[in-house]
């Protein structure tokens, strides 16, 4: 069930057919995390609280700055137990050797502002570039069925009980190839469930995340497959349809991007090599 810190009651009025009734209703909270290294802001991304550590972790994995949890000395939340807001600021101490990101420029802090980006073009291609600079394709091996990744897919609803009280949330879920489930978590930010499933696989020392499928309400944007890519998931499955650059980083990491997965069908968009028959 949903924490006491995801949900809220708020008062509304409900017209219908003309008439008009006031009375309470579910909303999903959103409220910022201040992620921190070493006592520096890094990011700042709007999110439904609950398992901070795991959405950190995800996203230090997917920026590059960590490869496992061995890279990773401490992540607390900062303050004192009784001070207001602690629980929206996560402090993280890499271990002895991991350099943080660092601006040639200022030689401080490379800052990311939020998690949600929007990138033009030819930003886009270049954001491509530099990831695969950093980063080789994923290896192609292992295939799954059409029917495990619908079963998937059709699966996530019933996992999301955030959702179901107040209709404002998204979730993720990691799905094994042979379709046992794995971890399933929600946020109101759908990049955000993504980092939080990571997080938690690295949490475990369970990555690479080979002959999984990450499966995504909405759409699959760019940063959903780029997060894919640095766990090492090698099949994203969404139930609507992909951006454009999602599509060219799929094809170019060798990530296979399957949406509109609904009602027994679905895209293959890259990599259809994975998906027997």
Known sequence: MPGPRTIR??????????????????????????IRISGETLAITMRTPGNDRELVLGFLLAEG???????????????????????NTIDVTLAPGVRPPIDEETGMLARRGTLVTSACGVCGRRSID????????LPTGGRVS????????????????????????????????????VATFEDVGRHNAVDKVVGSRVLANALPLSEHILVVSGRSSFEIVQKAFAAGIPL?????????LAVDLARRANVTLVGFVRNGA???????DRITG
């Open 9 to 34: 009651s708020v008062d509304v009025q409900r017209v219908a057919a003309g008439a008009v009734e006031a009375r309470a209703d579910e909303v999903a909270i959103e409220e910022p995390l201040e």
């Open 65 to 87: 700055v960590i490869a496992s949890a061995r890279d990773v000395a401490s992540v607390v939340h900062c303050g004192r137990t009784t001070d207001e807001g602690r629980e």
């Open 130 to 137: 530099d990831l695969l600079a950093r980063m080789t394709p």
């Open 146 to 181: 059409p029917e495990t990744v619908t079963a998937a897919v059709s699966g996530l609803r019933e996992r999301q009980p955030l959702f179901a009280r107040t209709g404002g949330c998204h979730a993720a879920s990691l799905v094994a190839f042979h379709g046992s489930h």
């Open 236 to 244: 994203v499955a969404s139930v609507s349809a992909p951006s454009s």
């Open 266 to 272: 679905m895209a293959v968009y890259a990599s259809k």
